[in-house]
């Protein structure tokens, strides 16, 4: 038997690799400096879709225990579906919040989606005009604060120097 005993193959090592693992676990520092203000308001702008998209699930799911509906069924599948798709916006506002690298794809995915759902509610008429061009502002301003280089730049995402 040798004086050396080879550790286990799941123990953490004190030597390059070990920290290495330890790095890749911990989830990166948020960069320094303030929050700029367009990053800010693409979280707030985010965060408030989310939102709609919750209150809009939670209202057909109470609707559909509590109001007749054609479709019981289809009416708490289809709160349950819009609560569910809330998360995306939730998540990534709070990842633009705290200035996380991965939140702008999420972000700029759901204002990408807001834009056929503002056209289709602006085909539908009547109040649904508003509620299209307020949907379609919102997703085209969110979008342009994301790619804003000040926001990339806070968000890690600028040009390597």
Do not use: D
């Amino acid at each position: 038997m040798s004086s050396k005993q080879s550790a286990p193959k799941n123990a953490r090592t004190s030597g390059p690799a070990g920290t290495r693992r330890q790095a890749a676990a911990a989830p990166a520092p948020a960069p320094a400096g303030p929050r700029p203000a367009r990053l800010t308001a693409a979280a707030a702008l985010t965060g408030l879709e989310g939102l709609a998209l919750a209150a809009a699930g939670i209202y057909l799911l109470v609707m559909g225990l509590l109001g007749k509906p054609n479709s019981p069924q289809q009416a708490e599948m289809g709160g349950l579906t819009v609560l569910a798709l809330s998360a995306l916006p939730l998540a990534a506002a709070r990842g633009l919040w705290l200035r996380r690298r991965w939140s702008r794809g999420p972000a700029m995915i759901t204002q990408i989606m807001a834009l056929p759902v503002a056209w289709t509610l602006f085909n539908g008429g009547g109040v649904l005009i508003a509620a299209a061009v307020a949907l379609a502002a919102v997703a085209v301003g969110t979008l342009v604060l994301l790619v804003n280089p000040t926001a990339t730049e806070a968000l890690g995402i600028g040009p390597r120097e």
